[in-house]
């Protein structure tokens, strides 16, 4: 069954390390996003990406990176975690039809 | 002004009964709107879009969009607990083009 994957699904990390969270889809859409999601804040987006040359900046992206690696890849680098960045991780993707969301990692930073 | 609002909850209904969810938005370019159902440590599913002004039905739920108001709705008739969730909207287009932007989201609670 097509779908979104994530990887992996919870991480503990110490401060200042580097951390890759990983997104792959089945699904054939070209966009994809990464969000975070913090108690009272809502899910925000960090980086997005309409097909495999282009990257975007969300509305939080300092402190992070991305690499479209394939259609179906999208990576998420912590290049020094902080424990700010303790949060849920959703990738998402788009055919431009609303968004279908990853499972989710849930990433603490000690 | 958020760009996204939706009205503060939590929202508790008895069981049967028509749950009400009702969200603003800023951005009057805004093109397509979004409700996502979001159950406690899961990730947000899509449960109902509209574009168009009017009423869109899908089994016990309907979305409701005012453009002219930039209001929409979600009706959820004969409530369930496991319609027990947070509900997000969202909407697209305008000067959001391929993103979505999300509502903080309101916590619905049916009780038996």
């Known amino acids: 069954d097509a779908d979104v994957t994530q990887t992996p699904r919870n991480r503990i990390t110490k401060t200042g390390k580097r951390i890759m969270l990983e997104c792959s889809q089945t699904?054939?859409?070209?966009?994809m996003y990464w969000y975070r999601q913090d108690p009272g804040l809502g899910l925000r987006l960090i980086y997005y990406?309409?097909?495999?040359?282009?990257?975007n900046k969300g509305e939080i992206s300092d402190g992070y990176s991305v690499s479209r690696q394939a259609q179906a890849k999208f990576s998420l680098s912590l290049e020094s975690a902080i424990p700010n960045q303790t949060a849920l991780y959703f990738c998402?993707?788009?055919?431009?039809?609303?968004?279908?969301f990853g499972p989710g990692t849930r990433l603490t930073v000690l | 002004q958020k760009e996204v609002e939706q009205n503060s909850g939590p929202l508790s209904v008895p069981e049967g009964a028509i749950a009400s969810l009702n969200c603003t938005y800023s951005d009057r370019g805004s093109q397509s709107f979004f409700w996502y159902r979001q159950y406690s440590g899961k990730s947000p599913e899509l449960i109902m879009f509209?574009?168009?002004?009017g009423d869109k039905e899908d089994g016990r739920f309907t979305a409701q969009l005012n453009k002219a108001s930039q209001y929409v709705s979600l009706l959820i008739r004969d409530s369930q607990p496991s319609d027990s969730a947070t509900y997000l909207c969202a909407v697209a287009g305008g000067t959001s083009y391929g993103k979505l932007t999300f509502g903080q989201g309101t916590i619905l609670t049916v009780h038996p």
């Open positions: 699904k054939g859409h070209d966009r």
């Open positions: 990406s309409f097909d495999v040359k282009d990257i």
């Open positions: 509209i574009y168009s002004n």
């Open positions: 998402a993707t788009s055919r431009g039809q609303g968004e279908f």
